[in-house]
T-cell receptor, first 112, second 115 residues
């Protein structure tokens, strides 16, 4: 079946530090990949997506590259801000299916 | 605001009672999904509709759960004879069937507490 594995949190960084949150997946065929973010007290927001191998999704300074050979979709940001503190979820939808399979989420805490 | 809305935002009920949640999707979206999220976990798929047709149900969806989308617009999720294990955040999302990646847009959720 389909599954997503994320690094466990919390990830604690100082402002302006470099961020990487690892995500690997198992799926039949070539899924679409997503990162969602959940700020405290709010719903899930789509952060970025990639639909095929070597695609790079980007938004608000965050980037992730679809790596077929390593079945990975790691989230990166060059310089985090306190306002980036949230829970980040990696997710996939298998080719031809629209339902999402999520990882457990990684909490990011950024201190000034 | 034209995002996905859910009502109520919080519901506290006693074990054995029935509860019903409502979701209003983004108006032009024809797909509507329900997910459940427990503390420290990612959302888990429950069911989804395209227009008024319920196309898929997860094995997580016991026979105490029923969902409807009668006119292809809003949807309701009912839980009968609630159990403490039903305590969770219930999330609704919507998408366009024609979009490339079926990217889904989520509502704020309904937090259910069963006492």
């Amino acid at each position: 079946g389909n599954s997503v594995t994320q690094m466990e949190g919390p990830v604690t960084l100082s402002e302006e530090a470099f961020l990487t949150i690892n995500c690997t997946y198992t799926a039949t065929g070539y899924p679409s990949l997503f990162w969602y973010v959940q700020y405290p007290g709010e719903g899930l927001q789509l952060l970025l997506k990639a639909t095929k191998a070597d695609d790079k999704g980007s938004n608000k300074g965050f980037e992730a590259t679809y790596r077929k050979e390593t079945t990975s979709f790691h989230l990166e940001k060059g310089s985090v801000q306190v306002s980036d503190s949230a829970v980040y979820f990696c997710a996939l939808s298998a080719r031809g299916y629209s339902t999402l399979t999520f990882g457990k989420g990684t909490m990011l805490l950024v201190s000034p | 605001d034209t995002g996905v809305s859910q009502d109520p935002r919080h519901k506290i009920t006693k074990r054995g009672q029935n509860v019903t949640f409502r979701c209003d999707p983004i108006s032009e979206h024809n797909r509507l999904y329900w997910y459940r999220q427990t503390l420290g976990q990612g959302p888990e798929f429950l069911t989804y509709f395209q227009n008024e047709a319920q196309l898929e149900k997860s094995r997580l969806l016991s026979d105490r759960f029923s969902a409807e989308r009668p006119k292809g617009s809003f949807s309701t999720l009912e839980i009968q004879r609630t159990e403490q294990g039903d305590s969770a955040m219930y999330l609704c999302a919507s998408s366009l069937a024609s979009s490339e990646a079926y990217e889904q847009y989520f509502g704020p959720g309904t937090r259910l507490t069963v006492t």
